[in-house]
C-alpha cells in the first residue's frame, strides 16, 4: 500500500512521450499488482486464465504495456523485491488475512450480482505469487529488456539506481521511493487514460505523475530525514496506518516542531511491536546490490511466441502484430530516436 502522503506532495503531470529517452527502474511487484488489478472481467473479476487456469493478466500487463512504454521511448528497467525485512512479517500476515476476507465477499457479491462490490472485491483478493513473478522475468528476458533482483525491498534498488546515475526515475504507485531517497519518481506508468472511477459512474484522466524529492522537502520545508520521520507516523509499510488520528498535515507540523524521531515520538503514542528507529534506519540504509547489469538486448521473437501463444493461448495474432511493432521500433527507429534503445 505504501505511505500515505499524497495531499501534501506537489506533482507535476506529463504525457508517455515527455519521458523519451529516459530510463526508468520501475518496482516490479507495484506494476504487476496493477495488471493484476486492472485487468479483469467486469463482470466476474475474474483475471485472464490460460487454458490450464494459470492466471495471465501480469503476462497481458508487461508484455503490452513494455511495448507501449517503449513506443514512447523511454527505457524501462524493471526491479524485483528480495527478502522484506524481518519487521515487515506481521504487515504481511496482516495483508493475508484482509485477502482471505476479501475473497469471501468477492463470492458473495458475485452470486447476489453486486457488480460495483465485485471489482472492489476481486481485486482485494489478489496475490502476486512467486510463479507470476517469474514468468514475468521470462517474458522480459525474451524481450530483451533488463530486470535487476533487489535484495530487498525494490524501491529501495530503484532509488539508489537513480542516485548512482543509472537510471532517470524510480517508477512506482507508492511514494516510499521518496522516503528511500529517490531524485525522482513518476507515478501513472500502467494506467495512463481513462479510468472508471469506483462504485461510481464516472471517469477520469490519468497522466503520468513526476515529483522530485528537492521540490518535495523545499515545500514542505523538511529534510529527507524528517521526510521520513512524517512518512512514519501517517504510516509505512512496517506500521500501517500509523499514529492514530494522525494525518500527513499533523505529522507535517510535528515534524517541523519536534526536528528529531526521539523528540517526535515523545509526542506521540507508539503502539506498534516494531521498533520505530529500525524502521528509521531501513529507510536511511535499506540493502542495497551496487553491481548490476543494465542491458537491452535484441528480442527472441521465436520466444515470445513459445510463451505466450504456445504456453499461455494469447492470440497469436495480437502477439504477432505486438512484435512486429516492436521489430520495427529497433529497425526503422522513430522520431524518438529508438535505435540507441537497445544500448546503455
Known sequence: MGVQISGIIPKNEVELRDLAGRRVAI????????????????????????????????????????????????????????????????????????????????????????????MVYAQGALKVTDEMLEGSKKVLDAMGIPWIQAPSEGEAQCAFMCRQGDADYSGSQDYDALLFSTPLLIRNLSITGKRKLPRQEAYIEIKPEIIELNEVLSSLEITKEQLIILGILVGTDYNPQGIKGIGPKTALKIVKENKTLDRVLKKVEWTFDVDPHKIYEFFLKPPVIKKYEINWKEPNLDKMIELMVEEHDFSRERIENALKRLTELKKEGTQLSLEGWFKK
Open 27 to 118: 518496482d516490479a511487484y507495484n506494476i504487476l499488482f496493477q495488471f493484476l488489478s486492472i485487468i479483469r472481467q467486469k463482470d466476474t473479476g475474474e483475471p485472464l486464465r490460460d487454458s490450464k487456469g494459470r492466471i495471465t493478466s501480469h503476462l497481458s500487463g508487461i508484455f503490452y504495456r513494455t511495448i507501449k512504454l517503449m513506443d514512447s521511448g523511454i527505457k524501462p528497467i524493471y526491479v524485483y523485491d528480495g527478502e522484506p525485512p524481518e519487521f515487515k512479517r506481521r504487515t504481511i500476515e496482516e495483508r493475508e488475512e484482509m485477502r482471505e476476507e476479501a475473497k469471501k465477499k468477492w463470492k458473495e457479491a458475485v452470486k447476489e450480482g453486486r457488480k460495483e462490490d465485485i
